[in-house]
């Protein structure tokens, strides 16, 4: 099994920056990609952003110029920067991984728990 563990998230005036974290754990062979999500309410979850490969990342056209995605290989560990935020990007922000979890295995997606990030204006 593998576990994410995210953090950062809160409450934070409109312009004002906060940042993300999720770290992967438990039964990790390799890591194909990781990712944000958001889901705010009344609305379909929805992809942030997303990392694989060297460093190859997507982003939500909402988001480009604001969000920054980096990670950390050796602690597994993915961030999302979040600048300049603006009340539309208040929703829970999941973190998502694509994990082998052995050398034959086929990569299965995983989900974090996760953070309310919440804008005011």
Do not use: H
């Amino acid at each position: 099994q593998v576990q994410l563990v995210e953090s950062g998230g809160g409450l934070v005036q409109a312009g004002g920056s906060l940042r993300l974290s999720c770290a992967a754990s438990g039964s990790i062979f390799s890591i194909a990609a990781m990712g944000w999500y958001r889901q705010a309410p009344g609305k379909q979850r929805e992809l942030v952003v997303s990392i694989s490969g060297v460093d190859t990342t997507n982003y939500a056209d909402s988001v480009k110029g604001r969000f920054t995605i980096s990670g950390d290989n050796a602690k597994n560990t993915v961030y999302l920067q979040m600048n300049s935020l603006k009340p539309e990007d208040t929703a829970v922000y999941y973190c998502n991984t694509l994990v082998a979890t052995m050398r034959w295995s086929l990569p299965q997606v995983y989900w974090g728990q996760g953070t309310q990030v919440t804008v005011s204006s």
